[in-house]
T-cell receptor
Framework: AQSVAQPEDQVNVAEGNPLTVKCTYSVSGNPYLFWYVQYPNRGLQFLLKYITGDNLVKGSYGFEAEFNKSQTSFHLKKPSALVSDSALYFCAVRGLRAAGNKLTFGGGTRVLVKP | KAGVTQTPRYLIKTRGQQVTLSCSPISGHRSVSWYQQTPGQGLQFLFEYFSETQRNKGNFPGRFSGRQFSNSRSEMNVSTLELGDSALYLC?????????????FGPGTRLTVL
């Protein structure tokens, strides 16, 4: 079985400050890891993914994430947050050996960036 | 390239009715997955279709079913609606082949059961 934990329901940060959204996962074997963002009344938008290779992954809109195998974590980061980054963020995992494309999502973290 | 489209965007039904939701994937994408999003349960996987065959199924009752057509368009059906079926239903498509391909999500269908 695979699972994802996002320990913070909400993260508040001032505009211009660094933003971190935490994610830990559990999966058999090597993972495929994804971050998605959801704006109000919209579907999920893909931000970035980790497949293999470099532990630091760069994605859309200035976001990046660091894969840490020993800590089974995949935290999302942005060096300087914008008010427009306020949204709901989801971490997701798929096991390398899993059949098909089923994603298991974390519970989501709401990010509020204040001007 | 057009994104994933879902129709209708909003639905209001009453308990006991049935509903059919439609999803058109991105051109060339043959894998279509469905997810249910609720405030209490978060995002939960319903099922996945690939080349008209169900490849994966989540832990939902048999009232939830789906199918995929030869043009990769997919429908899901919920019969005997319950209040707890009120949710945002998201469809996602991805390229066939390797499972490391990201999924692209549609805007969702918001179902309200009264």
């Amino acid at each position: 079985a695979q699972s994802v934990a996002q320990p913070e329901d909400q993260v508040n940060v001032a505009e211009g400050n660094p933003l971190t959204v935490k994610c830990t996962y559990s999966v058999s074997g090597n993972p495929y890891l994804f971050w998605y963002v959801q704006y109000p009344n919209r579907g999920l938008q893909f931000l970035l993914k980790y497949i293999t290779g470099d532990n630091l992954v760069k994605g859309s809109y200035g976001f990046e994430a660091e894969f840490n195998k020993s800590q089974t974590s995949f935290h999302l980061k942005k060096p300087s947050a914008l008010v427009s980054d306020s949204a709901l963020y989801f971490c997701a995992v798929r096991g390398l050996r899993a059949a098909g494309n089923k994603l298991t999502f974390g519970g989501g973290t709401r990010v509020l960036v204040k001007p | 390239k057009a994104g994933v489209t879902q129709t209708p965007r909003y639905l209001i039904k009453t308990r006991g009715q049935q509903v059919t939701l439609s999803c058109s994937p991105i051109s060339g994408h043959r894998s279509v997955s469905w997810y249910q999003q609720t405030p209490g349960q978060g995002l939960q996987f319903l099922f996945e279709y690939f080349s008209e065959t169900q490849r994966n199924k989540g832990n939902f009752p048999g009232r939830f079913s789906g199918r995929q057509f030869s043009n990769s368009r997919s429908e899901m059906n919920v019969s005997t609606l319950e209040l707890g079926d009120s949710a945002l239903y998201l469809c996602a498509s991805s390229l066939p082949g390797t499972p490391n391909n990201e999924q692209f999500f549609g805007p969702g269908t918001r179902l309200t059961v009264l």
